[in-house]
């Protein structure tokens, strides 16, 4: 049987499939099936109030999942989905507490990923066709953009009837922008591919800096970390691991992780950079932050919350 099929049957079955996204890869589970979203839960250790992103693969399934969907809202999902960009609205009564984490709202995205959307479509024809989803990583740890970064994350941790898709190097490589969709203007929780400047633009309104109560698990100020340290903008020293752009020369005795030649390949080598670290157990990674706004302001999030600030 074809795999992707294979994965369907899976989910229908009540077992988690890891899929690949282009952002990062998903550990998923069918979000109607309330057994099965325990155990991503179980698998990444998460604490159990956080709130799981609901993959579609069409927009005609959106007012299954949501209500009172605002105008920039559609606009936004109509012009970037499939795509890096997860919505937050208010919840329908399919979307229960065990995947909101109990929160009135929940979280959609459609991905643009081949080997996703068809097990999206796969697993409509014979279930829900929604998959709940988190990063297919340890909680606080760095998200998976290969099929090798997902077995070795987790691999020991899923039985034997659940299974890993192979989709190759996650595209974006960090995970999607989120936007709170509750309000009368849409309000920036995460920052990634899909621009400040981009939902501004198709949406005619300006983001909302009102502080919004929703709780963002990347919001935590230690995340997305390796085992290294990570530290921003020194010097660094012999033994260190060093992420920079192409055009920073590598000192000696360093070890260059990666060399991305622009801040697209930045996002998309950094993750793996963090994992080739830990793989040759550095105790310290270096990092020189990309500059300017958009996609480098989303890779130096990422960079703080696995600093923890230093
Ligand atoms: O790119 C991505 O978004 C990847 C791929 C697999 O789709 N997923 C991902 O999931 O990064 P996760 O769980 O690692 O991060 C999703 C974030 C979490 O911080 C969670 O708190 C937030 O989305 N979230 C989900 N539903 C929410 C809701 N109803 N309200 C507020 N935040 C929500
Ligand atoms: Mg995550």
């Not at 709130?51 to 606009?75: C, G, M, R, T």
């Not at 081949?114 to 024809?125: Q, T, V, W």
Request: proline share 6%.
């Amino acid at each position: 049987m074809d795999k992707v099929k294979e994965a369907a049957q899976k989910l229908k079955n009540g077992f988690l499939v890891a899929f690949p996204t282009e952002t990062v890869y998903g550990l998923g589970a069918d979000a109607t099936n309330q057994e099965s979203v325990a155990r991503i839960f179980e698998v990444k250790n998460r604490p159990i109030n956080h709130p799981l992103i609901v993959h579609l693969s069409s927009i005609n399934q959106l007012p299954d999942w949501a209500l009172e969907i605002p105008k920039y809202a559609n606009e936004l999902a109509t012009e970037f989905w499939p795509g890096p960009m997860t919505l937050i609205l208010k919840r329908n009564i399919i979307a229960k507490d065990f995947v909101t984490g109990g929160q009135e709202t929940v979280g959609i995205r459609i991905p643009n990923h081949k080997i996703a959307l068809s097990l999206l479509e796969e697993f409509r024809k014979i279930g829900s066709g929604a998959i709940a989803a988190p990063s297919a990583n340890k909680f606080g740890k760095v998200s998976p953009t290969s099929f090798e970064h997902v077995k070795s994350e987790i691999g020991k941790d899923l039985s034997h009837d659940d299974l890993i898709l192979d989709g190759g190097i996650s595209l974006v490589g960090i995970e999607s922008t989120i936007i709170d969709c509750t309000g009368s203007s849409p309000k920036a929780l995460r920052p990634g591919a899909i621009t400040d400047k981009m939902i501004e633009d198709v949406t005619g309104m300006q983001l909302s800096k009102q502080v919004s109560n929703i709780r963002v698990s990347g919001s935590f100020s230690s995340h997305y970390a390796p085992n290294a340290k990570v530290v921003l903008d020194i010097e660094p020293q012999q033994g260190d691991g060093f992420i920079a752009l192409a055009e920073f020369e590598t000192p000696v005795g360093v070890t260059r992780l990666i060399s991305p030649k622009t801040v697209e390949e930045f996002a998309q080598e950094l993750y793996s950079a963090f994992h080739i670290a830990d793989q040759m157990k550095l105790q310290r990674i270096v990092v020189i932050p990309p500059h300017g706004d958009d996609l480098a302001f989303a890779i130096r999030d990422r960079l703080l919350k696995a600093s923890n600030g230093k």
